[in-house]
């Protein structure tokens, strides 16, 4: 990769540069030595375009994993192996992204929101588990420092690191990727040009949108029940289960705080069915789902793997749902999202991507910005104001 790629810092043997500044230190001098059989073969591969085993790492939730999409692709375009590390919460969604060929779980105590303690022994075992890597993309959110894992990727051996890093990363990091926080970026676009500064870029043709890996799981065994709730039932059993069959409600979030009232989420399934449409209420919270279900809608609550989730959610016209990992699923398969969008982050970082959406909730509420998992305003006003018919309404403009 060049030196002078912009918001790229290289670190390493010689003289780190970034675009429009002088040298930070004197060019080493070369010593001739004997090539040796590592350094032969990393010449070999250098020369046939490829990177070897490269990891990409991101160990957050199931959202973020997918939003890593595109940076996944750039990076599989030299790798000759592309390995995912993921949480225990986005290991699912890793393993449907288009490009990765192996994925490794662990849980990382300065990320997880329940944190294992810190062990010699889970720290061994990751570095074991990472043994023969030859480079890594760390990708994180903005309020996250990559430098814990870049630690360990460097006991594991791994002799090229790429991320971005805010705090002075020493020898930890080859390429430090300097980006203005301050500017909103969608996620997707941010991790994106992480890979670019490594020196990966995408292939001829991509669009750069979400994708999930082909052919997703036959969901015929819920095609029944879904055609035969709602209205207009015996219509759909006679055209099938194609898109734009229902609209699919997700009444669940990770967060509390970004969570739309289960009450209006039961009448709006209501009235979505009394404005002609099938609905059908996904999740993994049974009670929650039976409850906003009701007599009105299909309830697959817990009845879907994470990749049977993605066929549903292909076939559907609409995705009501909060800022949570189904809205970027929805977005990966190319469906429209009205999206119940609690400000605590930036919707311009986080809103649905590549894919028309309505933003309903107000994105100026005192909880702007706060990050809080549990809304920190007294009657959660930035969403407890959205009504069920502005969700009708949403859904009306996404379908027509």
Known sequence: MSARMPGAVLYGAGPCMTAGTARCGSPARATPTRATAEQAERAAA??????GRVLVARLDDAGDVLLTGPAVRAVRTLAEEVVFLAGPNGRAAAELLPGVDRVVEWRAPWIDHTPPPVSKAQVADLVGRLHGINEAVVLTSF?????PLALLLRLAGV??????????PGSLLDVRHVVDESVDVPEAERMLAVARAAGFELPPG??????????????????????SVGADAGKGAARGAGKGTYVVVHPGTSAPARTWPAERHRLAVHELAEDGQRVVVTGTERDLTAYVAGDDAADLGGATTFAELAAVLERASVLVAGNTGPAHLAAAVG???????????????????GVPAVLLGDQQAPCKGSRARICPIPGHPCLSQVTSEQVVKAVRELTQ
């Open 206 to 227: 991509d669009d750069g949108k979400l994708a999930v890996q082909r052919p997703l799981p036959d969901i015929d065994k819920f095609t029944g029940h879904l055609l």
């Open 46 to 51: 250098k020369s046939a375009g490829r990177r």
């Open 143 to 147: 309020h996250q420092s990559a430098l």
């Open 159 to 168: 002799r090229r690191i790429t991320a971005i890093s805010n705090d002075y």
């Open 335 to 353: 469906t429209p999202v009205v999206s119940l969008f609690a400000p605590v982050v930036p919707a311009a970082r986080w809103a649905p991507y």
